[in-house]
């Protein structure tokens, strides 16, 4: 099902160039998956690739989680090791990698909406934990 047939979803009817503008906005294309992540909550299961998750539940998601992370790892030890192929070769590695980190960082965000928590929680932590060292922040957890 295209976004044309998930009114909820609004913006994302408009054309590529929508998609295109949002990457030079980083935190408006979080935004706005979100708001689709959100209102595929009351799509029919069968309907979209992210209303059939929702249907299979976290275990599902969790999996994809997993399978995503796995290939990022491997994504990431090809460009490290294609470092010295031609420029061609390494362009290609770098858009594996980018490629694999999106599909990651996109299914975390599933696993969020889904239990009720979004991309802004993570941007709100990371801003907490922004200029703080690595080490303090870490021995701020002990309890
Ligand atoms: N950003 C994404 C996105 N990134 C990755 N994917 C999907 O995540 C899957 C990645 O899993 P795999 O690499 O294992 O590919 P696969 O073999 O197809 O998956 P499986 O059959 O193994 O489950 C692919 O099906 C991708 O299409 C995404 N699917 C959707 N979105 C966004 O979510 C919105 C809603 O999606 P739908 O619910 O499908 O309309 C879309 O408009 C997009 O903005």
């Not at 990698?97 to 990371?126: I, K, N, P, Y």
């Amino acid at each position: 099902m295209s976004d044309k047939e998930h009114p909820q979803d609004g913006a994302a009817d408009a054309d590529n160039d929508t998609g295109t503008a949002l990457v030079t906005d980083s935190s408006r294309v979080l935004i706005e998956l979100d708001r689709v992540l959100a209102g595929r909550k009351n799509a029919p299961p069968d309907s979209s690739y992210v209303a059939t998750l929702y249907s299979k539940g976290l275990n599902k998601i969790l999996e994809k989680v997993g399978e995503e992370c796995t290939e990022t790892i491997l994504a990431a030890k090809d460009l490290e090791s294609g470092q010295r192929s031609g420029s061609a070769e390494v362009d290609r590695l770098k858009h594996d990698m980018v490629s694999e980190t999106a599909d990651l960082w996109f299914h975390c965000m599933l696993a969020l909406q889904h239990l009720g928590c979004s991309h802004e929680d993570v941007l709100r932590e990371l801003a907490r934990r922004f200029g703080l060292s690595g080490i303090d922040e870490k021995n701020s957890r002990k309890p």
